[in-house]
């Protein structure tokens, strides 16, 4: 069920609580004791823990801890550890080198940070992330991460269901896909300064696709707020994708009705298709996608790969009769 979200303005604690009473009733919420302390009744903390849609917080932690509930969304495989997730990144408007995002992605502002929503939607215009994100309704998924050059991760990540936000902007029937675009600064984004990709980075969904269950926006890893490189301070996560549909510090939503443009199908479009469902049958023209490297553990860690990375039950059904080699 999806419950509008409130306004900022509608909002009756955004103008009579302080700021830091207000980030510590969430810790308070958060960790679910308590309540008497904050002067709440327990239905006020209730409603702010159970609503589906974003209620806005009016704030968000800069750095540091994210308050959040766990979720049955866990993988079998150990997770990566944090040095390599924020240490061994792809993020091209930094550089094209492994460990040129967490050298030079700090110089990116992530504050303030604000989202443009375009095409066939009822809300359109520019909103504050803190109101596309209610970070008071934060949940921790732990994803398994593929990236076409055949490696894997598993992280994580602590957001928010992309259904949520995209719902909050009523997209009408016109909306067939959407399209996500990333910052584009060329003073703080040293990658930018060269043509490697047709810059601003693009990529798109199908909406079915992004209406599914596992497709998510993450604010934070590991318990805290998203380091720089991995995409601060709001990047998509579809992790039945190779990682290069997973955008990072998007500034732009498009609701659109035909096929969006994707930076990586543009720029090589034998190798890389619209779709990219993770597919250990069909090779990259360069290399075999049969099995991946693990990042992280011992150097010679493999193992193989899985049709739609491990998540076929949950996706599977959205391509019944298509043929994924053709529609890679
Ligand atoms: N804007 C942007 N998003 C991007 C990329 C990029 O270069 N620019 N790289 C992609 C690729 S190839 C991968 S594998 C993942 C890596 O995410 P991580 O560094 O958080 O592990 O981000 C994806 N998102
Ligand atoms: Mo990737």
Sequence with gaps: MFIPKQRPWQSPEADVTPKGLYLNRRKIIASGGALALTGLSACEAQSDQDSAASIPTGSRPASGELAHRTTG?????PLT?????TGYNNFYEFGIGKDDPARY?????TAPWSIEVEGHAARTGRFALEDVVDFSNLEERIYRLRCVEAWSMVIPWIGVSLASVLTSFEPTSDARYVQFVTDLDRDEMRGTRFPVLNWPYVEGLRMDEAMNELAFLAV??????????????????????????????????RFVSGEPETSWNRSAPH????????????????????SERVIGG?????????????YSEQVAHMYAGMDLIENH
Aim: charge should be positive; avoid cysteine.
């Design 73 to 77: 969304y866990q993988v079998a495989d």
């Design 81 to 85: 550890p944090y040095p390599a997730v």
């Design 105 to 109: 992605a700090s110089a990116l502002t």
């Design 220 to 253: 934070g890893l590991y318990g805290e707020v998203l380091p720089n490189q991995n995409g601060a301070p709001i990047r998509l996560v579809v992790p039945w994708k190779y990682g290069y549909k997973s955008i990072k510090s998007i500034v732009k939503i």
């Design 271 to 290: 190798e890389y298709g619209f779709y990219s469902n993770v597919n250990p049958n069909r090779a990259h023209p360069r290399w075999s996608q049969r």
């Design 298 to 310: 011992n150097v010679f860690a493999r193992r193989d790969t899985e049709m739609f990375n491990g």
